[in-house]
């Protein structure tokens, strides 16, 4: 399973962009990107995904470099709310029905400030 | 509804006890996962069943048994376990890729049950 590499925590001023980066350097060229974020004692929650384009939602933005070994998520204005474990995740599939697994890394701690 | 539910939200059990998690989902998903969460770790994968049957084991001991008894619902069967099995338990469920590959598609998870093994 390709490996990915997050700092450990992160601050961030409510009201500006929090930019989360991960590397994946082992990606290979099957395999997508997705973020999910962890509110305390809560399950995680989906964010994004992509494969090699860039991609937004309501969410959020990824932004994946041309050769795929890293990428950038953007929370455009956060909010306290968004306070959470951030986990950047290579998605490897399972089996021919199309199930997946997910390897969750450590994450990125974001605490999104006053 | 995208809504994963399970239940108990907590559960205490001694070494000896029997008990059950219970998982359960309406989006029509067949693919569903069990997932084991210590704390401050991330959530490591247990299992994982796709259209009903159980498609993978990630090594997980014997005093762990889950069941899917129908598409909607998936259980988690245990006994015997030790002070060291305490953990956040999820669950989650997505749809499931084509055979012939394409899209890929999120997990939905629940909120957990917090297991305490006394």
């Known amino acids: 399973d390709a490996k990915t590499t997050q700092p450990t925590s992160m601050d961030c001023a409510e009201g500006r962009a929090a930019n989360l980066p991960c590397n994946h350097s082992t990606i290979s060229g099957n395999e997508y990107v997705y973020w999910y974020r962890q509110i305390h004692s809560q399950g995680p929650q989906y964010i994004i995904h992509?494969?090699?384009n860039n991609e937004t939602n309501e969410m959020a933005s990824l932004i994946i470099t041309e050769d795929r070994k890293s990428s950038t998520l953007i929370l455009p204005h956060a909010t306290l709310r968004d306070t959470a474990v951030y986990y950047c995740?290579?998605?490897?599939?399972?089996?021919?029905?199309?199930?997946?697994?997910?390897?969750f890394g450590k994450g990125t701690k974001l605490t999104v400030n006053p | 509804d995208t809504e994963v539910t399970q239940t108990p939200k907590h559960l205490v059990m001694g070494m000896t006890n029997k008990k059950s998690l219970k998982c359960e989902q309406h989006m029509g998903h067949r693919a569903m996962y069990w997932y084991k969460q210590k704390a401050k770790k991330p959530p490591e994968l247990m299992f994982v069943?796709?259209?009903?049957?159980?498609?993978i084991n990630e090594s997980v001991p014997s005093r762990f048994s889950p069941e899917c008894p129908n598409s909607s619902l998936l259980n988690l069967h245990l006994h015997a376990l030790q002070p060291e099995d305490s953990a956040l338990y999820l669950c989650?469920?997505?749809?499931?890729?084509?055979?012939?590959?394409?899209?890929?598609?999120?997990?939905?998870f629940g909120p957990g049950t917090r297991l305490t093994v006394t």
């Open positions: 992509g494969l090699k």
């Open positions: 069943y796709s259209y009903e049957k159980l498609s």
């Open positions: 989650a469920s997505s749809r499931t890729r084509g055979t012939s590959g394409g899209i890929t598609y999120e997990q939905y």
């Open positions: 995740i290579v998605r490897v599939a399972l089996d021919e029905g199309g199930s997946e697994k997910l390897v």
